[in-house]
């Protein structure tokens, strides 16, 4: 079992930077590829980043490549999403998932745990 609790949310100007972080509970998680989900008002869920167990593979979505940048510390037991030059359409609500003893995957459907969300709102 694991549980996923992000933080670090907030209002933003476009152009500014957020740091989110998910603290995850749980002997699994050295063992699972994590990943940052977002979802819209009115649209699906997406896919923003991803990062293997051993944090040597990284991987983003077209749209935040550049920008964003998904890390984490395993010693901790967290896995951070620093979110540079930051755009009114990355306004959405920021989700953590963990998917233990698999690799990373751009589908949602592909992970095990979720954590509750955080809003991140970017105003022009």
């Known amino acids: 079992q694991v549980q996923l609790v992000e933080s670090g949310g907030g209002l933003v100007q476009a152009g500014g930077s957020l740091r989110l972080s998910c603290a995850a509970s749980?002997?699994?998680?050295?063992?699972?590829?994590m990943a940052w989900f977002r979802q819209a008002p009115g649209k699906e869920r997406e896919f923003v980043a991803a990062?293997?167990?051993?944090?040597?593979?990284?991987k983003y979505a077209d749209s935040v490549k550049g920008r964003f940048t998904i890390s984490r510390d395993n010693a901790k037991n967290t896995v951070y999403l620093q979110m540079n030059s930051l755009k009114p359409e990355d306004t959405a609500v920021y989700y953590c998932?963990?998917?233990?003893?698999?690799?990373?995957?751009?589908?949602?459907?592909?992970?095990?745990?979720w954590g509750q969300g955080t809003q991140v709102t970017v105003s022009s």
């Open positions: 998932a963990a998917r233990p003893h698999g690799s990373w995957s751009r589908e949602w459907i592909n992970y095990d745990y």
């Open positions: 990062i293997s167990w051993s944090g040597g593979t990284t």
């Open positions: 749980g002997r699994t998680f050295s063992n699972s590829a």
